[in-house]
């Protein structure tokens, strides 16, 4: 297997003990909309029972700011979602495969299989297709699908479908977004690196970018008609930057690229989203969000809480709605929400009660996309589909007492001050992380709160968080987080820690 395949098969990683996306091929075909109320528990039989519209009712259930409605048996895989103007959720499911239609004010589920009989598709079973984007445009609903070659589009009213074949082999379209120049654009994971674009009158252009460097393109937001962002991916070279701008007008001979960011390295990049004062980017393989200044230039880097059970939380997309900025954590099993500098405090959110406590209970929610009030998210393995309330507010949380800017001499002490405001049912834990790794477990930073947990009760109470800088570290700002915890909540308050 060449290194670009590999590339594609890391981005595909369920976590060890659950499987792994497989990429398979197959052509989609038409075929005549019939309907059914039945599944069947086989998983290469038919997901929908031979049928391709199935409608059912779901259940929600509620943990904190999230609720979740459990899709039907057999596990839908459910993966790539987007919202609609009416606040329904479009998804991908990828063992029918095809897309569904969630409306979370009756919990009508409404799903519509790809045009395809189960003969015709050459992936394993139960997973039949890799679906990662999904967008709504010219009226229709439209899907990557990786293993096809294609990207195909549902119209809701009638049931018809439209293939629009990619001209490159091999493309494995990944991500979708609909640009202000009414084309439909997209990521390929391909051997050779594209970004594709669809035309309003349906043609396909796939512009070559990043050939010297052999980075995968994976997520693309647009700012206006002559400038957007995108990411791209190289697990094996890390490059300076690997956040990069371009004017979607000037791509007729191929995507010029500027990189955003400075001489930064910069690796596994796999989202993007920006606010009018920052963009922001999430490295896979690490347990921390990167924000970058539009007006300062710097990069902040926001660690996320630890776990346990792994040494990375695996930070997946992230997506911004006004100031606020939202990413999912993989393997930690988590949404997070972050209210950035010069606040800097994160608030994140269990994905399953109990909380997971290894890695085999990972639900695998991969995908994300912000709504008015919220943020909707897909389940791989947990098998549904999730919103988190943005007007939740925990009972509890923390605050630096003073500034949150401190300067740590190299070798030397300094001292934090925090408190613990509103009431809790339930103990608190306090643990800590950093910014020096991309892990954010602290190494030269000894990080020491005077209290490690907290009976159940009420605030303030206050706490002093001792830093030590134990070993050498190169001159710049890091980021220290302390953060409490009653399982289902975590709130973090940062500190930023000059070394000079």
Not at 193 to 204: D, E, M, Q
Not at 366 to 388: D, E, Q, R
Not at 453 to 463: C, D, R
Request: glycine content about 8%; some cysteine.
């Amino acid at each position: 297997m060449g290194l670009k395949a590999v590339a594609i098969v890391v981005l595909a990683v369920i976590i060890a003990g659950t499987g792994v996306f497989v990429f398979s091929t197959f052509t989609p075909s038409n075929t005549t909309k019939t309907t059914s109320t039945s599944t069947t528990s086989s998983s290469c039989a038919p997901t929908l029972g031979g049928a391709s519209e199935l409608r059912s009712t779901l259940t929600p259930t509620n943990i904190t700011a999230i609720t979740e409605w459990q899709l039907p048996e057999p596990l839908r895989y459910a993966n790539a979602v987007i919202t609609a103007p009416d606040g329904s959720v479009w998804f991908g499911e990828q063992s029918v495969p095809g897309v569904a239609h969630f409306f979370p004010s009756n919990g009508t589920l409404v799903e519509y299989a790809w045009p395809n009989t189960v003969g015709e598709i050459q992936g394993s079973c139960p997973f039949k297709a890799s679906i990662w984007g999904v967008a709504l445009w010219k009226g229709m609903v439209w899907a990557t699908d990786q293993d096809g070659n294609s990207i195909v589009g549902l119209n809701p009213v009638n049931g018809s479908f439209q293939i629009l074949n990619l001209p490159q082999p091999n493309s494995s379209p990944y991500t979708l977004t609909v640009g202000p120049d009414g084309a439909l654009w997209f990521t390929a994971l391909t051997s050779t690196p594209f970004i594709g674009r669809v035309s309003p009158s349906f043609a396909v252009s796939m512009y070559p970018v990043l050939q010297d460097n052999n980075e995968d393109p994976t997520d693309i937001q647009f700012v206006n008609s002559s400038f957007a962002y995108f990411t791209a991916l190289n697990p094996y070279k890390p490059v300076p930057s690997g956040l990069y701008s371009f004017d979607p007008q000037d791509v007729a001979g191929g995507v010029s690229p500027t990189p955003i960011g400075g001489n930064v390295t910069l690796s596994d990049l796999t989202s993007v989203s920006a606010t009018s004062t920052a963009v922001y980017v999430v490295q896979h393989a690490t347990s921390n969000l990167w924000g970058y200044g539009l007006v300062s230039h710097n990069w902040t880097i926001y660690p996320t809480s630890t776990e346990d059970y792994t040494n990375v939380t695996l930070p997946y997309f992230v997506r911004t709605s006004g100031d606020t900025v939202w990413f999912n954590e993989h393997y930690g099993n988590k949404i997070a929400e972050l209210d950035p500098a010069p606040v800097g405090t994160l608030t994140e959110f269990s994905e399953a009660d109990p909380p997971v406590d290894n890695g085999s209970q990972i639900q695998n929610d991969l995908t994300i996309a912000a709504a008015s009030g919220g943020l909707w998210f897909t389940s791989t393995t947990g098998n549904y589909i999730g919103f988190i309330n943005a007007s939740y507010k925990p009972s509890f949380r923390i605050s630096v007492t003073g500034s949150n800017s401190l300067t740590l001499p190299q070798g030397g002490n300094a001292v934090a001050h925090l408190q613990v405001l509103g009431d809790w049912a339930k103990s608190l834990q306090v643990t800590v992380s950093d910014s020096e790794k991309f892990f954010s477990t602290p190494n030269r930073i000894a990080i020491q709160p005077n209290i490690t947990s907290l009976s159940p009760g009420s605030g303030p109470v206050s706490m002093a968080v001792d830093l030590d800088q134990t070993g050498y570290l190169p001159p710049g700002i890091y980021t220290v987080a302390v953060t409490v915890s009653d399982g289902l909540i975590l709130q973090t308050a940062y500190l930023f820690v000059t070394i000079p």
